[in-house]
């Protein structure tokens, strides 16, 4: 399959085989079904005929999976008609998975065979015995990333595990290959536990360039993360802090230009405390905000004067009081210039919204499903952004990682640290040239071709300047 088979974006499309009686009219009832059901009907192929049965095969858009399971019932109810399969474009794009593992050469003589295996590359596993550092060279590792997760916070939809992961860890290392040219492996864990994961990745550490953790729930995945930071040379980020907070970071700042207010005086409700949403509360206190509010499922959890935030910034964690709720989100909502949801689908009306001050900006950046629905999220304030693609801005770290990982392996920093991050921010808000910043424009597109050029330069900048990079040139630009 081609994208050019997926066609424009739709999250429930059907394509179905039909069996049905070879005589006038039969189909005729199957497109007025469709038509009053509002599926609207794509592509239409005649997959074999005869004198009484004619096969087709029929696409269609349907609003979700319960109205797909409806339409189908009334196809099937249909007389003279037969629904033979029915398949979903989605999970037809995720048969058999989606990435592949393809080497560089051809093994096709006995030459080349003792040369990329057995004997020749004995010699190359002795000088990299000798200098470790060879590694680098002559191994994949310098362009490698492991996307390690434990499966315990997929998206916003939960603790699926590991195996219900692998789909969007596969996804993910897409998008390294694509948009940074990183050859990125998923590994799913089969433990939740701290410890282990700990193990599992210092054991497999040596055949990567960097570590990406993904989807690990708070509060495992700060313990974990500071452990690996600690005790491994190679860059460890957990994307769904870092990554998002160098993207919200980004977008922020642009927003904020575009109605004219500053970071130090708007309000900022963040919705959601766990990996993403206190990474971005962090490089928010960073930045200069001085009015944050932090709620969470119990309520506002997360409060202070300017004073006080600004010691948060050393351990924001100390400072969220899950056992004290200061009030509900809608409370914390009155009076808001800015909204940031981190959190879950769907937690969010019109109503909310109107309760937040003139000029809103509301980014409601929980996947699959935004904490309101992006039609009415959009209505209701000046700046609106989800995390997904099908709106014009499009908040997700699809936009950081990519680049952060590119301009670490480049100069095989040692770690991502807070001056990269910044940089980083900093790079993706400069893709938006300042005369074309707008309501709809805040943030590049994941498919701008400068974004990940851009941030690797200033990551790589950054990681010299703070004395973690270990080498100076490109890996790419003199062995390969
Ligand atoms: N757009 C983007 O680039 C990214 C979006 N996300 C999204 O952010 C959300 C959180 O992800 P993580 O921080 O990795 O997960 P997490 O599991 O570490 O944190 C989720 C937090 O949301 C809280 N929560 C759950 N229901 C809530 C509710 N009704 N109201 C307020 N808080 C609630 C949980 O108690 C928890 O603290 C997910 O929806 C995820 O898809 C995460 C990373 C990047
Ligand atoms: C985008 C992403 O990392 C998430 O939703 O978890
Ligand atoms: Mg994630």
Redesign the pocket.
Same mark, same amino acid.
């Given at each position: 399959m081609t994208t050019d088979d997926i066609g424009p974006y739709s999250n429930y499309r059907l394509t179905v085989r039909l069996a049905l009686l070879n005589k006038p009219g039969i189909f005729a009832k199957v497109a007025g079904l469709l038509a009053e059901e509002g599926a609207n009907l794509g592509a239409v192929d005649i997959v074999s005929a005869n004198a009484e049965r004619m096969i087709r095969d029929i696409t269609f858009d349907v609003q979700n999976e319960a109205h797909g399971d409806h339409v189908l019932e009334r196809l099937e109810a249909l007389p003279e008609v037969n629904v033979l399969s029915a398949s979903d474009r989605i999970f037809l794009l995720h048969l058999g998975g989606k990435i592949r593992v393809q080497s560089k050469v051809p093994v096709n003589t006995r030459n080349v065979l003792s040369m990329i295996y057995t004997p020749g590359v004995g010699r190359v596993c002795q000088a990299i015995a000798k200098d470790p550092s060879k590694a680098y060279a002559f191994t994949i590792k310098s362009n490698s990333v492991a996307v390690v997760t434990d499966g315990?916070?997929v %998206? *916003?939809l939960g603790n699926l595990g590991p195996a219900a992961a692998l789909p969007v860890m596969e996804g993910k290392v897409m998008l390294f290959k694509e948009l940074a040219g990183i050859d990125a492996w998923p590994i799913c864990v089969a433990t939740q536990d701290p410890d282990e994961i700990i193990r599992i990745v210092r054991g497999i550490a040596p055949g990567f360039g960097g570590i990406n953790l993904e989807?690990i729930?708070?509060p495992r995945?700060f313990e974990i993360e500071r452990a690996l930071k600690t005790s491994l040379d190679i860059p460890v980020m957990h994307?769904?802090q870092h990554?998002?907070a160098v993207?919200l970071l980004a977008a922020l700042t642009n927003a904020l230009k575009v109605v004219g207010k500053r970071m130090e005086d708007v309000r900022i409700v963040v919705?959601? %405390? *766990?990996?993403?949403?206190t990474a971005c509360c962090r490089i928010l206190l960073a930045a200069g905000a001085a009015h944050l509010i932090g709620?969470?499922?119990e309520g506002i959890v997360l409060m202070g004067d300017a004073e006080e935030l600004r010691a948060c910034r050393t351990d924001l964690h100390a400072c969220i009081r899950r056992d004290q709720p200061r009030g509900t989100?809608h409370d914390a909502l009155k009076g808001a210039d800015v909204f940031i949801g981190?959190?879950?689908?769907n937690?969010l009306n019109r109503e909310d919204l109107e309760r937040m001050n003139q000029d809103r900006i509301v980014f409601a950046?929980?996947?699959?499903d935004p904490e309101i629905e992006p039609k009415v999220g959009d209505e209701a304030s000046r700046i609106f952004a989800t995390?997904r693609s099908d709106f014009p801005n499009q908040?997700?770290?699809?936009l950081s990682f990519p680049g952060i990982f590119r301009g670490a392996l480049d100069v095989q920093a040692s770690e991502i640290n807070e001056a990269m991050k910044l940089a980083a921010a900093e790079a993706i808000a400069g893709c938006v040239p300042a005369e074309a910043l707008s309501e709809d424009y805040i943030i590049p597109s994941v498919f701008d071709r400068d974004v990940v050029p851009r941030v690797a330069k200033a990551v790589a900048a950054a990681a010299r300047a703070t004395g973690v990079a270990r080498r100076r040139i490109r890996i790419d630009d003199d062995l390969r």
């Open positions: 315990s916070a %998206l *916003g989807d729930s708070a995945c994307d769904d990554g998002t993207v919705n959601g %405390l *766990g990996a993403a949403g709620c969470d499922k989100l981190l959190s879950v689908g937690v950046m929980a996947n699959p995390g908040i997700n770290n699809a």
